[in-house]
């Protein structure tokens, strides 16, 4: 038997669950595992979205239960996001539309701090930002999230697995560290062995797979995705 001092505690990057609208769900996340905790602001008819007070109520309440809370926007004025972000304590934004590596520098300046998170959406295999991910990485940007934009253009949510193939094809491009989302789910974890052995592989984002039919997040869907993506300590001989 290995003495405990022996074994090494790894992460396994972090596990982020994104929509959350509810001090009730932020206890639900905060009960199962997940790390980072999506709370939506500007993101026209987004069924999650929160207006700024509740935005704020919540981002205090997650930062209480020792999760980390994302603020996910489509905003493109960076000095309204550095606000919202000054003003709920909010450190990690994630710029889920089509915002440009201008945006990002100018928040990186505003915010010195934050944790800057870009998507690169992926459209039937091809990365629309694909031109620009040196750009994004210049203007100070920390990590990339690979999200799917379905054929009738809808981000975020889909629910729409990535072929492994077509992240892999992106990877040599990037120097940052990266989150993978689309799809996840407890059935497809073995699918993505690869790409989360990948060196810059932290962490997975979830949403559809983390709620039941009506919508709500269920500590079983929570837990399960857990187990799968995000298994706290790997015990590993040092
Ligand atoms: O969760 C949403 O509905 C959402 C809405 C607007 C922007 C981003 C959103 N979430 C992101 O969607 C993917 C995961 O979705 P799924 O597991 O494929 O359903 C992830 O990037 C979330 O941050």
Avoid at 103 to 110: H, S, T
Avoid at 125 to 149: I, K, N, Q, W
Avoid at 176 to 187: Q, R, V
Avoid at 213 to 235: D, I, K, M, S, Y
């Amino acid at each position: 038997m290995t003495a405990p001092a022996l074994l090494a505690p790894r992460r396994a990057g972090h596990l982020k669950v994104c929509g959350a609208r509810t001090r009730a769900d932020l206890a639900l996340l905060a009960d199962t595992g997940p790390t980072l905790v999506g709370l939506w602001h500007g993101v026209p008819g987004g069924p999650a979205d929160l207006e700024a007070d509740r935005l704020a109520d919540l981002a205090a309440t997650a930062i209480r239960l020792g999760l980390e809370p994302v603020l996910v926007t489509f905003l493109d004025d960076a000095r309204k996001i550095a606000a919202l972000a000054r003003a709920t304590g909010i450190r990690w934004i994630q710029l889920h539309a089509y915002q440009s590596p201008a945006l990002v520098a100018d928040l990186r300046e505003q915010l010195p701090y934050a944790v800057l998170v870009k998507v690169l959406h992926l459209s039937r295999g091809r990365c629309l930002e694909r031109a620009f991910t040196g750009a994004f990485e210049r203007a100070g940007c920390d990590l990339f999230l690979l999200d799917t934009v379905t054929d009738d253009g809808r981000v975020g949510s889909t629910g729409q697995a990535l072929d492994p193939a077509h992240v892999h094809a992106l990877l040599p491009r990037l120097t940052i560290p990266f989150l993978l989302a689309g799809g996840l789910n407890t059935t497809n974890r073995d699918t993505y062995r690869t790409v989360t052995d990948h060196p810059l592989y932290a962490g997975a984002d979830i949403d559809t797979a983390a709620r039941d039919r009506t919508g709500r997040f269920t500590h079983e869907a929570v837990t399960a995705l857990t187990r799968a993506w995000h298994p706290r300590l790997q015990e590993t001989p040092a």
